[in-house]
């Protein structure tokens, strides 16, 4: 019998929520030394990637979020409860200190949607000799590279704008820029909850100052975008 | 950290936005650009092959392009040699686009997540 694995989480005798994991299965804090790990008995070799079961995983490392900070693992993750220990005990340092580094905080998105037409700012042509086809076509490349390169400053300034709005506020971010997209930035920060009230505050007053931009603001989450153990784990145990 | 008055947190996550139908579009073509879980059939084989292949050589492609700009506006080509780099690089294109034709991929087919770097092209 594999178990899968949900996340993990500092030392955690009991649960509070009796939340049903994937295929509706029992989960329980499995206790290694002073960590915990969230699983659930699971009898198949692979889970298939259904929105239900995403949904199940999800609100299983959900349900511990208002106790502890944890770190989720990958979907997917399908171990016996022997390679758990053994992980655990060889990675017990760089886990503790991955929780350290998420301790007491969650995950809160912004994505920014923008008019990509914008920014594309007139080019001087390029005065050419020849007209011939060869010719017309690096003119077209180049008006094209310009654009782009527009782009790509227009992006990185709303990316400091944003990273000054909420400095001090956050202790860790992962940003995305994708000039070339209309989802032109993807953050997720990492909050302390001591500094969410002062951090949603910060992001609400910043929405107002950027008129031209559209923003999904989302959270509390779990901090997946600062987890990062499944690689450890897959590379260890060859597991998916 | 548990919860408490000085560390409130809300039992579900907030999702605020003026532009839902805006995202959930945006957020749908973000999805179907993430890697799926591989097929191991001839034909999946075949195009997965084809598909890192041709995107590095597009990513060849876009930096011969830049750098022939470059050289273009650095003024030491002359208008032949444009002429002639601008054709080589118009056939290139059209070869690649030939190419995605008949392993039936797009453009936005043609790109590598890096992750935390970002997209390659």
Redesign the interface.
């Known amino acids: 019998m594999k178990l899968y694995a949900y996340c993990l989480v500092d030392d955690l005798d009991t649960l509070d929520v009796q939340r049903p994991g994937i295929l509706g299965a029992d989960v329980r804090a499995l206790k290694i030394e002073d960590l915990s790990v969230l699983v659930s008995d699971y009898q198949f070799d692979a889970v298939p ?1 259904t929105r239900e079961n995403a949904l199940d995983h999800a609100a299983v490392v ?1 349900s511990v ?5 944890p770190l989720p693992f990958r979907f997917g993750t399908l171990v016996t409860e022997q390679q758990l220990r053994n992980y655990l005990s060889a990675r017990k340092p760089s886990l503790q200190i991955r929780l350290g580094n998420v ?2 905080c ?1 995950e809160m998105s912004i ?1 920014i ?1 923008w008019e990509l037409t914008q920014h594309d700012k007139p080019n001087p042509p ?1 005065a ?3 007209q ?7 003119a077209e ?2 008006r094209e ?1 310009l654009g782009d390169e527009h782009r790509s400053q227009a992006a990185s300034e709303i990316s400091s704008w944003l990273r000054e709005k909420v400095s001090g506020l956050i202790r860790d971010e ?1 940003v ?3 000039p070339a ?3 032109v930035l993807s953050a997720a920060h990492l909050v302390e ?2 500094k ?2 002062s951090y949603k505050e910060a992001v609400s007053a910043a929405r107002q100052e950027r008129p031209e931009l ?8 779990p901090p997946y975008s600062f987890a990062n153990i499944e690689l450890e784990f897959k590379t260890q145990f060859g597991v998916s | 950290m548990e919860l408490s008055p000085e560390n409130p947190l809300s039992a579900e996550p907030e999702i605020d936005t003026s532009n839902v139908e805006e995202f959930v579009e945006q957020l749908r073509c973000v999805t179907d650009t993430l890697p799926s879980r591989i097929n191991i059939d001839a034909q999946s084989v075949e195009q997965g092959l084809a598909k890192l292949v041709l995107t590095l050589i597009e990513f060849i492609r876009r930096l011969l392009e830049k750098q022939a700009v470059r050289r273009m506006e650095g003024g030491d080509l002359s208008p032949e040699q444009i002429e002639e780099l601008g054709l080589a690089l118009m056939k290139l294109e059209a070869k690649l686009q030939e190419l995605k034709t008949q392993f039936g991929l797009a453009d936005e087919d043609l790109n590598l997540d890096l992750g935390p770097i970002g997209r390659l092209i």
């Open positions: 990637v959900r979020l208002d106790r502890t900070t301790r007491g969650v994505k949607i390029y050419a000799t020849n011939g086809a060869g010719t017309t076509f690096l490349k180049r590279i992962q995305t820029l994708r997209e209309k989802l909850r001591a969410l009230h559209r923003f999904l603001f989302s959270g509390p989450w």
